[in-house]
């Protein structure tokens, strides 16, 4: 019992605040979007949920030159506090304006301090836990966030027929002012290493990191695959689910539910993972479960064989997520960190919005049966070929952290 305590992440005081303050964060993240959507589709047309989806994905985009800088360049209370006052000011601001301008403008606020603070907290937790933790971290905080974004996502619709859109963006403000107060009591700090603030490179810096490592040159395009697909089938799933197969909204509610859990599960057990080889390959699983997943959704007769699917997907999505954030963390040297997640955070995004776009053409082109199916088949095939490459790594690399 005493060794169980030792090596448990709960033990660790800083973080015992930063996890459940982060997963509330996610949960008021989830409350706003859902009174957002209700909002700009009350008297708008589909553009304009469009623009919100890029208001909410563009600003990590462009900030991926100058948010690793400023994680990695400044005491990371400091970027903590700000990023996540102005967090907090945005979504005031979002619960007293109304007009669409304003709302895509405050989000992209919402979306600028996101930016920074994502790679900043990503960086701490290292510093909190040790190395040898942050696989086991990176999965129950991910779980955590899974179970937070559903009840966030449940609890929108309540709360903004309860209190309006603007009881619920104040409650999402209030979240993010939770994190200031966390951010403020934690007591350890990452603070940049002499000179590293006037190195140059934000996004090459990342870069280079994330393609001079042998094992992430493979996983990270695994990564931005899985993104293309999963997001290009998100795009007609409503319309396989509503459409092909008739079933209710109910239903569809039902599917992305069994996502939701999949992935939560698919984060916990990737955190009960050892080592950078068996992370590696649960990536690779992750991208098969999702490939033929989509395939079974896309040949799916009924809700029963639906939900096997939707089911699996989340799974794999949860473990390829939580693994390649633990490799892509452990593998990363530690004054770069900031530019690393940075750099992944901005270009996971890139490859949302190609997403959309091209899961709107497929879905023109093939249907929703033929996107799913055809999406599913190209993961498979990547993921065959990605676990090809991770055999063939040298042991030493893939055990250089490990040991």
């Not at 590293?196 to 090459?204: D, F, I, L, M, P």
């Not at 776009?357 to 879905?363: E, N, Q």
Request: hydrophobic share 55%; charged share 15%.
């Amino acid at each position: 019992m005493k060794q169980t305590l030792q090596t448990s992440i709960w033990s660790h005081r800083d973080i015992r605040l930063v996890l459940p303050a982060r997963a509330l964060s996610y949960a008021g993240d989830s409350i706003a979007l859902i009174a957002l959507m209700l909002r700009v589709s009350d008297g708008h047309g589909p553009a304009a949920i469009t623009a919100l989806l890029l208001a909410f994905a563009v600003p990590t985009v462009a900030m991926i030159p100058f948010a690793g800088r400023i994680v990695d360049g400044f005491d990371s209370r400091t970027v903590l506090i700000w990023s996540g006052l102005l967090q907090a000011a945005a979504g005031v601001g979002l619960a007293f304006v109304h007009d669409l301008v304003h709302t895509l403008a405050l989000v992209c606020v919402l979306q600028l301090g996101q930016a920074v603070a994502g790679p900043a907290w990503g960086a701490l937790i290292p510093r909190i836990v040790g190395e040898e933790l942050v696989g086991r971290t990176t999965g129950t905080s991910q779980a955590l966030i899974g179970v937070a974004t559903l009840g966030g996502s449940a609890a929108g619709g309540v709360l903004v027929d309860w209190a309006g859109s603007r009881g619920a963006l104040l409650v999402d403000a209030g979240t993010f002012l939770s994190l200031v107060v966390v951010a403020r009591l934690v007591q350890t700090r990452r603070r940049p290493e002499p000179g590293t603030a006037r190195e140059r490179g934000g996004v090459s810096a990342g870069l280079r990191a994330i393609f001079g490592d042998d094992v992430l040159r493979i996983l990270v395009p695994a990564l931005w695959l899985f993104v293309v697909v999963g997001e290009a089938v998100n795009v007609v799933e409503v319309f396989l689910i509503t459409g092909e197969l008739g079933l209710g909204p109910g239903l569809y509610g039902a599917a992305g539910a069994a996502t939701g859990a999949g992935a939560i599960f698919g984060a916990w057990y990737s955190g009960r993972l050892v080592g950078d080889r068996r992370r590696s390959f649960a990536v690779v699983v992750g991208m098969a479960a999702i490939g033929g997943s989509c395939v079974l959704m896309g040949v799916a007769g009924n809700f029963v064989t639906l939900m096997i699917g939707a089911t699996t997907i989340g799974f794999g999505s949860g473990l390829l997520n939580a693994a390649t954030s633990a490799l892509v963390v452990t593998r990363s040297a530690e004054h770069v960190r900031g530019r690393v997640l940075a750099a992944l955070n901005g270009t996971v995004r890139s490859f949302s919005i190609l997403a959309l776009l091209l899961g709107g053409a497929a879905g023109a082109l093939l249907g929703p049966r033929g996107t799913f199916v055809t999406c599913g088949l190209a993961c498979v095939v990547a993921a065959a070929v990605a676990g090809v490459l991770v055999v063939r790594t040298k042991d030493s690399e893939l055990e250089a952290v490990s040991h």
